[in-house]
């Protein structure tokens, strides 16, 4: 999936860019690090970082925070649900790590055009590791001989080892609540898998 | 003028005449016996018409200033023409205060009743040696004179260790009153009041309609109805895996061998090198038989390619093969690790596997009991309630509830068609801000808020088998239904499971307001403590004495978050959906780590809890709850109902009187 860098335009790699900037955001805030921008028409119109720790809501992941804003600026227009739903259907999503199994379903149901992401997440991910809700063929949504589910093309890799990186760093920083094993107090860091994450505890820093 | 209260007068003589000993023995049987004398204080079901079969008495202490009783009072129900009876009062525990008029002798006239709530009992019950509580009521709030009277009732130690001062004190700025009434209540009587309030919280209600007994809710305050045809319901384990039939297991094809048993050894510690079995680990590498009263062991040489291609076994494992003089032949092994015993008991006769039973226990997979069952047929009522109580079309509904004190920490409707933008507050009242006219809201003599609504014409015809108003049904089909009201925001995804999430995050930074810091975290337990007296009612915490220090904070495992009382996410906490969600709200489940979904209706388009996906048996995700369905008739959803108004537990903290 990891492709090299040069294989993508400069124009994806300047909106994975401010994505980047997001998870940064998300990491000064002591969250997960993970970040996102929606764009439309080559112009980005949201963005949204990881707010589970703020939010105590495990939920709040960075697209679903991008998509909120995105819904309420639109609503504000006074912009009917059909050209909403029009307007999503020419969205692309740039996130810094690969969408998990909810937000791929999210994207699904508002029909989001294209979505680009860094790194794969091989423990929650959506838009191919674990299940592919991307993926209209697969779909197995078939009521009354119409097809239900929306599925939406997908990219990995692009500035993968930055994402990584960040993702890294939150770990090595040492996070505030340092509690990677325990189920008990306040830890949100398995909110997504680091890959190599196994290694990465084993080597001694 | 002054009269004598003649049943605290009944009860001191009926007292005074048992030969009981408060300060040993079983309190229990005491109290049980002290329950039996009586046949006073009946409570009845107003218009059932029949007595509840369980009799309560006051249990009263007198002391040299004022006397104090505590009286359960049950909550009442009304018969509805479908046969289904409704809370119209919740039931509460009445704590009455008596204030001395000379020796022996109590003023009724100026008495102060203040009723516990269920939570309020709880904290109570678990109140510490050491530990203080503190509740505040106002009776006319949600009236214009909210906020005139102003009662507090503080239970403190008294300060040797023999026992606690219960003081109530009312201000009442209407009469320009100020009220103190304090009782020092040793240990004896505390522990039997506690006791009492223990054992009301689990005494039976009758429902003289089906017998049905809801062990423990009788003071819970959930507002539950209690359909009398439960008895066609049922609880039923929805497994990680498809259920297949045992003997047609998939399984891969092997290269084995026999081999002599000396070799076994040496052969299995190479094989594990060249050919290691990673994804089959439940297989076990070496197979013993007995021929002719000899054993016969073969092993697993490596994995044969699939699709029947042309095979070939790695060099390694055919250097062994040919140093040895093995002949290789090809077997079946099952694919999968076992999950019963009876699949087990089938894997072994292919090939030899281990079965481990789970590791992780989650109640309620090897069945409920009855009071269990009872519990789960309620709240599943509650949200079959709920989502038949809004104005359009039938729609899902989540009720987050913690399941070991039998709480409602959060209830939701969907709300992708209208939905008020929250404000700086969170909105408690989520399902009630959808169909605000619907509610007629009253407050009884009691001060307590009930809620009521008809739902007389809820669903078109149409509409009755499609459910278009289920988001979950129909997650694609945001776009074509119609906005009720234009004013309010709507959100495609907004479904009943996320709405519900987010007003329990929101309960649990209501509740714990520090920040999320660990370090932190001892520190603000301390404060939290030392504050205790002067914090509202609903932040009682009184079991602080179980918290232990940082540091066997990360020794502890899963399950095991009644070691603090801050919920970590929805961790322990049990959710009841009508319908079965979709893949993004049953993900949402997974990342709040619920721990059991139950849900009424199988969601065929795109159900991810075994309709479509089955997210409970993807072994990759890092958290796993137990799921189950709760099998009932469907037409619960077309029955014209009178059902209750839904709200969240905080609301029954705050009933006055």
Known sequence: MASPKDEFS??????????????????????????????????????????????????????????????????????????????????????????????????????????????ANDKFGGCGSILSLHSSNSNPFISGGVPQGKGFKCNGGIMASEAISLLRSFYEQGNPNDLIPCCNGYQYLEFIHIPNLKNLEATPV | MMKLYRLLEHSRNQLSRKPLNWKGGDVRDVLSLHALSYSTAGQKFDTAGSTAGKIFAPYTIFKGKAALSVTPLLPTFTKLESGNLVVDRRGSMMLKFLPAIGERKYDNERRQIFCLSATEVGSLISLGADDSCEFFHDPSMLSSNAGQVRKSLSIKPNGNGSGYFVSLTVVNNIQKTKDNLSVPVTNAEFAVMKTACSWVSESPALNPTSEVRTKGLLLACLELTVPNNMDAWQIIHVPEKPPIPPDQQP??????????????????????????????????????????????????????????????????????????????????????????????EEQCKLWPTSYHPHTYSIDGITGFSEEDSQSVFSFMNSAIQLAKSGVGS????????????????????????????????????????????????????????????????????????????????????????????????????????IVAIETSAARDIHLFPSSGDIQDKSVDMNSMQLSSTGSPAKRQKTNFTNVKGDGNLDTCCEGSHSLSDRPYLCTGYDIYLVWEPCTMCAMALVHQRIRRIFFAFPNPNAGALGSVYRLQGERSLNHHYAVFRVLMPEEILDAVETCQGQSTSTVTDSCGL
């Not at chain 2, 076990?284 to 076994?313: F, P, W």
């Open chain 2, 251 to 344: 399984t891969v094809d092997v290269f084995a061998s026999v081999i002599e048993p000396k070799l076994a050894n040496t052969l299995v510690r190479s094989l594990n090198k060249i050919a290691p079995m990673e994804d089959f680990r439940h297989v076990k590498r070496v197979k013993k038989k007995y021929v002719e009263g000899k054993t016969q062991l073969s092993v697993i040489l490596c994995l044969a390619c699939e699709n029947g291609d042309q095979c070939r076994i790695p060099q390694g494992v055919q250097e062994l093969i040919n140093s040895y003089q093995l002949s290789a032949f090809v077997t079946k092994v099952c694919k999968y690790a076992a999950s019963s015993k009876e699949e087990w």
């Open chain 2, 394 to 497: 039938v729609v899902n509904a989540a009720v987050i509830v913690d399941p070991s004190a039998k709480l409602v920490i959060a209830s939701a409707c969907d709300q992708i068609r209208s939905w008020h933008t929250p404000t700086d507050e969170f909105i408690l009242e989520t399902s009630s801000s959808k169909q605000p006219e619907a509610f007629a809201s009253r407050t009884d003599s009691n001060g307590v808020i009930s809620c009521k609504t008809i739902c007389s014409d809820g669903f078109s015809g149409d509409s009755k088998r499609l459910y278009t108003g289920v988001s979950c049904l129909h997650p694609w089909q945001w776009a074509e239904q119609q906005t009720h009201m234009s004013s309010c925001y709507w959100h495609p995804l907004r479904h009943a499971a």
């Open chain 1, 10 to 119: 400069s124009i994806t790699l300047a909106f994975m860019d401010l994505a980047i900037q997001q998870a940064k955001l998300a990491l000064d805030n002591l969250e997960v690090p993970v970040g996102c921008v929606i764009v439309e028409d080559g112009e980005a119109i949201s963005s949204g970082r990881n707010r589970t720790t703020e939010t105590r809501n495990a939920t709040r992941h960075a697209e679903m925070e991008a998509i909120d804003t995105l819904l309420e600026k639109w609503q504000k227009k006074g912009l009917s649900k059909l050209e909403i739903a029009e307007n999503f259907s020419k969205c692309t999503l740039y996130v810094t790590c690969e969408p998990c199994i909810m937000c791929a379903a999210a994207l699904s149901i508002l029909g989001i055009k294209e979505v680009f992401y860094g790194c």
